[in-house]
């Protein structure tokens, strides 16, 4: 099935309602959504780095500063 949305005349709240639709259908049906294998891969290497000592962390307000920074330079 392909599903066009008019995303060009659509706003940005209209943008965030439909994705919330689309969320909330997804959150309630959470058997049927599988990770990407990704995801497996990723975490394996976190975990191995927090096993090892080599994490790094960061509280949250630098973490936002950070992020912050990147995407509004």
Do not use: C, F
């Not at 976190?46 to 307000?61: F, P, Q």
Request: net charge negative; proline share 8%.
């Amino acid at each position: 099935m392909t599903i066009t949305l008019p995303l060009e005349k659509m706003t940005v709240s209209d943008k965030i309602q439909a994705m919330e639709s689309i969320w909330r259908s997804l959150s309630q049906q959470p058997a049927e959504v599988e990770p990407p294998p990704w995801h497996g891969d990723v975490l394996a290497v976190r975990e191995a780095r927090a096993s090892n000592g080599t994490s790094r962390y960061d509280d949250w307000d630098n973490a936002k500063r950070r992020i912050h920074a990147t995407t509004h330079p």
